[in-house]
């Protein structure tokens, strides 16, 4: 079955920067990629997603890469501000089209920004 | 939108009893409904998977007499840990299907907000 290695586990920047996340898979069959931000307590929220027709995805200050021939995706956040702190989890899944997909799950990456 | 409730949000119960959770998708029909467990500072691990009127596909190594998961519409889905130990213990998320709410028309899920059981 698929694989997913995240890293780091923890990440600690200061306002203003910058922060990155990285993921591998295993399983090249996978087509989906989402990433999902947990805050303290709450359900996970999917923040972006990319398939795997494509490289390179932005929504505002977060962006998601997508390297399909080394198998890892990445997750870019930019001027990172205190309300970035959560943990972040990055997935990978198959999706065969006309149903759901189930996605497996990176370890989380503790994202504490210093104000 | 893609909103999705649980209920309770906490619950504290004594060792032996059974407790029930439900997950709402508050304004969209599920196709496909997930139940999750996470320990702290852990990943989510997927319990089992259900679909509207059917039975649930449980993952190995998870009891389906001891999850008992109930999907009696496509916006309710129900777990039941049933003679809780205090090593059921754990916070458990659902999430829901939305077809068609992703990428290219692919399908998204969208995590409810999760349970956190105690059992004493």
């Known amino acids: 079955g698929e694989n997913v290695e995240q890293h780091p586990s923890t990440l600690s920047v200061q306002e203003g920067d910058s922060a990155v996340i990285k993921c591998t898979y295993s399983?090249?069959?996978?087509?989906?990629f989402p990433w999902y931000k947990q805050e303290l307590g709450k359900g996970p929220q999917l923040i972006i997603d990319?398939?795997?027709?494509?490289g390179e995805k932005k929504d505002q200050r977060i962006a998601v890469t997508l390297n399909k021939t080394a198998k890892h995706f990445s997750l870019h956040i930019t001027e990172t501000q205190p309300e970035d702190s959560a943990v972040y989890f990055c997935?990978?899944?198959?999706?065969f089209g006309g149903g759901s997909y189930i996605p497996t799950f990176g370890r989380g990456t503790s994202l504490i920004v210093h104000p | 939108g893609a909103v999705v409730s649980q209920h309770p949000s906490r619950v504290i119960c004594k060792s032996g009893t059974s407790v029930k959770i439900e997950c709402r998708s508050l304004d969209f029909q599920a196709t496909t409904m997930f139940w999750y467990r996470q320990f702290p500072k852990q990943s989510l691990m997927l319990m089992a998977t259900s679909n509207e009127g059917s039975k649930a596909t449980y993952e190995q190594g998870v009891e389906k007499d001891k999850f008992l998961i109930n999907h009696a519409s496509l916006t309710l889905s129900t777990l039941t840990v049933t003679s809780a130990h205090p090593e059921d213990s754990s916070f458990y998320i659902c999430?829901?299907?939305?077809?068609?709410?992703?990428?290219?028309?692919?399908?998204?899920?969208?995590f409810g907000p999760g349970t956190r059981l105690t059992v004493l």
């Open positions: 990319i398939r795997s027709n494509v």
């Open positions: 997935a990978a899944s198959i999706f």
């Open positions: 999430s829901a299907s939305l077809a068609g709410g992703g990428p290219d028309g692919t399908d998204t899920q969208y």
């Open positions: 399983d090249s069959a996978s087509n989906y």
